[in-house]
């Protein structure tokens, strides 16, 4: 059994900061691409950031400058720190990561069950 469990969301004023944090747990193998998407009320999922396991980030135009993402490799964690945020940033931000179980033989995507972010005054 795999797990991601996402922690951080809440409730902050505009200007204001939140880091998400999202462990992988149970029998893995390894973890390629790690990464955060978020969905807002009647809007598709979209992608916020990703990071390889190497390192490299990748970011949403509309967060660049403002969020960070980071991982452990050695923790199966991955991060978001983010800053200045939005009204606009308002949505559920759900934690995805590209793993292979121990029992496994390829790679298949995993999600959070979701962390609900709100960016109000």
């Known amino acids: 059994q795999v797990q991601l469990v996402e922690s951080g969301g809440g409730l902050v004023q505009p200007g204001g900061s939140l880091r998400l944090s999202c462990a992988a747990s149970?029998?893995?193998?390894?973890?390629?691409?790690m990464g955060w998407y978020r969905q807002a009320p009647g809007k598709q999922r979209e992608l916020v950031a990703r990071?390889?396991?190497?390192?490299?980030?990748n970011y949403a135009d509309s967060v660049k400058g403002r969020f960070t993402i980071s991982r452990d490799n050695v923790k199966n964690t991955v991060y978001l720190q983010m800053n200045s945020l939005k009204p606009e940033d308002t949505a559920v931000y759900y934690c995805?990561?590209?793993?292979?179980?121990?029992?496994?033989?390829?790679?298949?995507?995993?999600w959070g069950q979701g962390t609900q972010v709100t960016i109000s005054s």
């Open positions: 149970g029998s893995i193998f390894s973890i390629n691409g």
């Open positions: 995805n990561a590209a793993l292979r179980r121990a029992s496994g033989s390829y790679y298949a995507d995993y």
């Open positions: 990071i390889t396991r190497g390192g490299s980030a």
